[in-house]
């Protein structure tokens, strides 16, 4: 009988930037509403915040995560650039280079030697990037995948409680958006244990812990700078 394991960490790329997006999406449009609200302005005016914040939030978790990951990808393609020079000037130092490590990990030395020198004759950059320098195809970074993601999600996520402040003017605007905006945060949270093979219920609690937060501290600041004015 045939056993199949279901592993996620080939997830980890897109997962991260899908659920930072998302999260920031919420949190931020949800807490900017807030916000604005608390200070006793016009509907049109909240949502003209709400919308501006959504714009201004994609771009920026675009261009963040472009930047981000690109610095990662360019660390990576020099450390795999050194790694290169080093197998062509000085090849039977990488192998034992890399032998050493299996044997770290348990390979006897004869067996180790073994197994370094097939590895190298089949992709010798391939082994020493993923043993040596610890990359991996699936770990690899992508600045354009993250950035779409990233820009996706939070668009995405800010769509929702905009929509709730669309739908509920007047004096219930801030009560509504808090409460939806939480259960967004929650089911966001689950969602993204769930996807990740996390326990779902952990998830759930702390991204609405922080989303509850966030928003909190934006409706006191709020309120204190509409009576102030």
């Not at 393609?77 to 050493?100: G, R």
Request: proline fraction near 3%.
């Amino acid at each position: 009988m045939s056993h199949i394991e279901l592993h996620r960490s080939h997830r980890v790329g897109w997962l991260r930037a899908a659920v930072l997006g998302a999260n920031d999406g919420i949190v931020s449009t949800a807490s900017l509403i807030i916000g604005v609200a608390a200070a006793s302005t016009t509907h049109a005016s909240v949502m003209l915040a709400g919308v501006a914040g959504l714009v201004a939030g994609a771009m920026s978790m675009a261009a963040g995560e472009y930047v981000s990951v690109s610095s990662q990808a360019d660390t990576e393609q020099a450390d795999l650039e050194l790694e290169k020079i080093s197998l062509a000037q000085n090849p039977q130092y990488e192998k034992n280079e890399l032998a050493e490590i299996y044997q770290k990990r348990g390979v006897t030395p004869e067996l180790a030697q073994r197994v370094a020198g097939q590895l190298m004759a089949h992709d010798a950059l391939g082994a020493h990037a993923r043993d040596e320098i610890g990359i991996s195809l699936s770990g690899k970074a992508r600045p354009v995948q993250a950035a779409l993601s990233s820009a996706a999600a939070f668009t995405i996520g800010a769509a929702l409680p905009l929509l709730i402040a669309w739908a509920m003017p007047g004096p219930y605007l801030i009560y509504a958006v808090a409460l939806f905006s939480l259960c967004f945060l929650a089911g966001l949270g689950a969602l993204a244990a769930h996807a990740g093979g996390a326990p779902r219920t952990r998830g759930a609690a702390r991204v609405t812990f922080w989303g509850a937060l966030a928003m909190a501290l934006t409706a006191l600041v709020g309120s204190i700078f509409g009576v102030a004015v």
